[in-house]
């Protein structure tokens, strides 16, 4: 596609229920990248995925968060048991091959709101 | 950890207007970026700038490493400049292959018509 696409747009559960959330980064983009803005918040990365190479998962606030990156490709973050904590807009990235150094690309973002 | 941090955090400007954005950092870095977050929430990228000087139109932007700061100019602004401005900096673990990516904490811009 033309752009970064993540779904849903917007995702609505209750506590302790588990979410999946889903980013398609620019085609050709090797480099994909997860962070999360609370509300009235900076930027917090999460978690970055280059190629097929293992991630670096420091980044990710609990043992609760969990990505998978299939084919190189679609990425999907999940958050088991998810906490009020848990609410905010999660942001995807992507960026050329040619390093990491390039620029990022955003897509919208998903807005998860923890009942 | 390395600090971002970012000055001033608001500013109101009158159209027309020319401003300064600064964003500091702790340690060295490997690249850093700027960012434009509109009123409706998207990322749009700026600069990538890890040193030297850019322009692109009405900004520019100006790296200085080894000082540890970076410059985001704008010049005539616009109403449609409003949002915030994020500086975001990389800092890569070497042989831990650890990959770091910190947000400066904004700075907060309206612009006035």
């Known amino acids: 596609g033309a752009g970064v696409s993540q779904s849903p747009s917007n995702k609505v559960t209750e506590k302790g229920k588990d979410v999946e959330l889903r980013c398609d980064p620019i085609s050709g983009h090797t480099a994909l990248y997860w962070y999360r803005q609370s509300l009235g918040q900076g930027l917090e990365f999460l978690i970055y995925f280059q190629g097929n190479s293992a991630p670096d998962k420091s980044g990710l606030p609990s043992d609760r968060f969990s990505a998978e990156r299939t084919g190189g490709s679609v990425s999907t973050l999940t958050i088991q048991r998810t906490q009020q904590e848990d609410s905010a807009v999660y942001l995807c990235?992507?960026?050329?091959?040619?390093?990491?150094?390039?620029?990022?690309?955003f897509g919208p973002g998903t807005r998860l709101t923890v009942l | 950890g390395i600090q971002v941090e970012q000055s001033p955090p608001d500013l109101i400007l009158q159209e027309g207007a020319n401003s300064t954005l600064r964003c500091n950092f702790s340690d060295s870095v490997n690249n850093l970026q700027w960012f434009h977050q509109n009123p409706w929430g998207q990322l749009i990228n700026l600069f990538y700038?890890?040193?030297g000087t850019k322009q692109n139109g009405r900004l520019s932007a100006t790296t200085v490493a080894t000082e540890r700061y970076s410059l985001l100019y704008i010049s005539s602004s616009q109403t449609t400049d409003s949002g915030v401005y994020f500086c975001a900096v990389v800092q890569l673990g070497g042989t831990s292959g650890t990959y770091k990516y910190i947000f400066g904490t904004g700075t907060r811009l309206k612009v006035l018509a």
């Open positions: 990235a992507s960026s050329h091959p040619n390093g990491l150094y390039n620029e990022q690309f």
């Open positions: 700038i890890p040193s």
